[in-house]
């Protein structure tokens, strides 16, 4: 059966009245990263600028935060890449697990998207810090005596924010729409009164004025497009999260009140510079009334809590896609909420970026500092997605290489200046999720090269199934009573479990099923193609369980599925037996190097036992420990 025959069909994105209400729900998990960056952005680029800025200057840079949204989140995400779903899920892994197997290049496409993915929890580390880092600090213009309090606060916040992932967000989260929909027509308003003081703001939008900024600027240029790419930090999230909501809820949702809204702010935040305002504190606070002040600061905290609880939720389910397609060990996956699948909870992932979180609030202080450290990652994850986008287009729309190489090479110009901008950050800070980025993708390529080259050594002593019973036969092996299910990679050959279980003990159950895991890459595999299972010979059944990258392996609940196929083996009544592997070089010295070896054979002794990882009843199961050499 192809794997297209496997997939579950039919459209994931809601009916028309629905769509109103999903992209509700999408304000408040896809927009809170870009949705708070008015907050730090035009604060950062005036610093970058250097001097008092003149008119020109202002409109200048302006103009490129405006077409910044325009090419790289309207134009590059919402237009293009949301048009590239696999089977309704987005984002850089679900791009690269649909083109890996689809003509040359693999090795370079699954390099771009894991690099791509390493990188965005770089960005995932410094978001929560530099959004609430950026809103606590509003408290300086109304209360100068709280500066001193604002960098306990918050890591409190940070701190208390991962603590409650393990008991799940599905509650709080219905009402993360609501205050973020309140956020953006609050962010519109201040910026609308600010465009009322100096209106001649509005000729930013004439990209000249931005073109000549980068012109007659030299090195500043350059610098100040490192600030002026926050404002799309972010703008991964678009396709990203699409599979929860679908291509219409986001594209509403943006078009229709988050995009306007952005641009109705730093245009509020440039009207006031025209109007030679302070910029000594930060002008989004300078656009709020004194006696509103206090308020648009628990606002803005609240909106940065909900934007880095969208980061974390991310990392999660990033985390779960890696994991099923085989590039990360086992980790221990909770559902928090059965009725929500994107509800989930990975235990070392939360510690983890807590831990790096907070250490970047403390070791830069301020959102000034940190900032210098913000966009490095999340440039170079979009110059991976553009050299996607043009496989995509080759692949997939099949545009030929004139119309592919146009588009992508907009798109690869306008990443390449932002990265490059930013490599400037590197000694200032930018290191830190380069080096993240480096380590988690060193992890995932050793994993997945350890665990094929220990298939492959299992493999090597392979033997065909007629072959393994004439042995039985001949050296008086008995069938006991019983049913064994054998969990194997192989879809052939006899399990090496099951040929050390009989060496060991001298006999068989009288039921035997194989079972082997196989997870595709594409999201969801139809319930009625979940599992496919034969009987290979007398009493000895051979089943396939697929599992699409989006969905969790359980192997009781396969037990449906089974009598269906008129089978009657009882998973309730079998002994499960697992093998466990211990690492040791090969003698010829020809395997794989020593310390991805050594890194290998610790994730492997430390990953979530697959007892736990497959749901199976831990007082029937068995695992059989044996060495392989790689």
């Not at 680029?45 to 840079?61: A, F, K, N």
């Not at 325009?70 to 134009?75: A, N, Q, R, Y």
């Not at 197997?101 to 998207?113: M, P, S, T």
């Not at 050299?387 to 729309?397: K, T």
Request: proline letters at 4%; hydrophobic letters at 50%; a positive charge.
């Amino acid at each position: 059966m192809t794997q297209a025959a496997l997939v579950e069909t039919g459209s994931t994105e809601p009916s028309s009245p629905g769509t109103f209400w999903m992209a509700g729900g999408a304000l408040g998990v896809v927009f809170g990263d870009i949705g708070t960056s008015p907050l730090y952005t035009l604060k950062t680029v005036i610093l970058l600028s250097g001097s008092s800025p003149t008119p020109h200057i202002i409109l200048g840079l302006l103009s490129l935060i405006i077409w910044t949204l325009i090419l790289v989140t309207s134009i590059k995400y919402a237009a293009f890449a949301m048009r590239f779903d696999n089977r309704g899920e987005g984002g850089i892994m679900a791009l690269m697990s649909q083109l890996q197997h689809n003509g040359k290049g693999r090795g370079l496409i699954i390099f771009a998207g894991l690099l791509g993915a390493a990188l965005i929890y770089g960005d995932g580390a410094i978001t929560p810090a530099i959004s609430v880092l950026s809103a606590l600090e509003g408290l300086n213009i109304a209360f100068p005596e709280a500066h001193h309090f604002i960098l306990p606060a918050t890591v409190a916040i940070l701190v208390a924010l991962f603590a409650i992932q393990p008991f799940g967000t599905a509650k709080i989260g219905r009402v993360f729409g609501p205050i973020m929909a309140l956020w953006f027509l609050v962010i519109a308003a201040l910026g609308i009164w600010g465009i009322a003081q100096h209106p001649a703001v509005l000729l930013a939008i004439n990209p000249w004025y931005g073109v000549q900024f980068l012109l007659s600027n030299g090195f500043v240029s350059f610098l100040v497009l490192g600030g002026v790419f926050l404002c799309v930090t972010g703008a991964e999230a678009l396709y990203a999260d699409m599979g929860h909501f679908g291509k219409k809820p986001i594209w509403l949702a943006w078009f229709g009140l988050v995009f306007p809204s952005l641009l109705l702010n730093y245009a509020g935040q440039s009207a006031l510079l025209l109007s030679g305002a302070d910029i000594s504190h930060n002008i989004f606070f300078r656009l709020c009334p004194p006696a509103m002040q206090i308020p648009l600061v628990i606002l803005a905290t609240l909106a940065t809590i909900i934007a880095s609880q969208a980061i974390i939720t991310g990392a999660f389910s990033m985390t779960r896609q890696t994991l099923q397609l085989g590039w990360l060990p086992r980790l221990l996956v909770k559902q928090t909420a059965e009725d929500n699948y994107g509800q989930i909870y990975i235990g070392i992932v939360n510690w983890l970026l807590m831990i790096a979180t907070v250490f970047l609030a403390v070791f830069f202080k301020s959102s000034d500092n940190l900032a210098a450290a913000y966009g490095i990652a999340v440039s170079l994850t979009m110059l991976m997605t553009s050299g996607l986008l043009y496989v995509a287009m080759r692949r997939i729309w099949h545009w030929n290489r004139v119309a592919s190489g146009l588009i992508a090479l907009l798109f690869l110009i306008v990443d390449s200046c932002f990265l490059i901008a930013n490599m400037i950050k590197v000694l200032d800070g930018g290191y830190i999720p380069l080096l993240l980025a480096a380590a988690i993708c060193t992890v995932m390529i050793v994993w997945h090269r350890g665990v094929q080259a220990t298939v492959s050594s299992i493999n090597e002593k392979n033997i065909d199934l007629e072959t393994f019973f004439n042995k039985l036969r001949d050296n008086d092996i008995p069938r006991v009573a019983g049913s064994a299910v054998f969990l194997t990679k192989s879809q052939s050959g006899v399990p090496p479990v099951m040929r050390w279980h009989v060496a060991r003990n001298r006999s068989l159950q009288q039921n035997v099923l194989t079972l082997t895991i196989s997870v595709l890459n594409v999201p969801r595999i139809a319930h009625v193609n979940r599992l496919v299972i034969r009987e290979v010979a007398p009493n000895y059944w051979r089943a396939v369980a697929y599992y699409g990258f989006m969905e969790r392996p359980n192997i009781p609940a396969l037990q449906d599925e089974i009598t269906k196929r008129q089978c009657p083996f009882e998973l309730c009544d079998a002994t499960f037996y697992l093998g466990r592997e211990t690492i040791v070089g090969r003698e010829d010295g020809k395997g794989i190097a020593k310390w991805q070896r050594s890194c290998f054979a610790f994730m492997a002794r430390n990953c979530t036992n697959a007892t736990h990882y497959y749901h199976l009843p831990a007082d029937q199961v068995v695992e059989i420990s044996r060495r392989v050499a790689i």
